[in-house]
């Protein structure tokens, strides 16, 4: 592993980081739309770093979450047909939600920001599977939330277990505030 902060695997040498911004975009488009190729498949931000630092052969010890908006923000520029998806619909964090940038992506192409950016993401990856050669359902496939959102927009967790109601506390009868454990209303004291 090299010294530096970016480097070139095969000869060790120090690479510029804007330059490793053009790389890792010139290897993410090819990479994303393979993963398009696949009926409800996506990837999470870890996946997608480590999978363009290898296609790249360019390594970064900068942390993934420093340059890979970059990344995913140069995809989306690169799109010059409106009506093109967005391949970074395929890109979610670690708990299977949508990241904030992508909303603003959207919203850049669209013209306004998405009210519900997982919907938004999962017509987007429905049109992506269709472009790209997915084996689509004899329907022609649904848009489809990550299982983890489609688990919390369902109200079960992701075991299948339904989520239990929180506890009702009591309100303060003069001011209606939820009263804290102690019962005592700090508002009116």
Known sequence: MSDRG???????????YDDAVVA???VA????????????????YAEFGEAVQEAAGIRTKVLLHQWV?????????????????????LVVRKDQAIGAGYAKAAGRRDG????????????ERLKLYGRYGATLPSNGGEPR???RIAAVRSGRL????????????????????????????????
């Open 6 to 16: 970016t480097w070139l695997v095969a000869d060790d040498s120090e690479v510029s």
């Open 24 to 26: 890792w975009t010139a």
């Open 29 to 44: 488009v090819p990479h994303l739309e393979e993963v398009a190729g696949t009926y409800g498949a996506f990837v999470t």
């Open 69 to 89: 908006g970059k990344v995913l923000a140069a995809v989306t520029a690169e799109a010059t047909d409106p009506d093109e998806p967005l391949l970074t619909a």
């Open 112 to 123: 306004e920001v998405p009210d519900d950016p997982e919907m938004h993401a999962a017509k």
């Open 145 to 147: 939330f990550t299982p």
């Open 158 to 189: 992701a075991s299948g277990a339904p989520r239990p109601d929180p506890p009702k506390r009591p309100a303060c009868p003069t001011c209606f505030i939820t009263l804290p454990a102690s019962g005592l209303c700090h508002n009116c004291e």
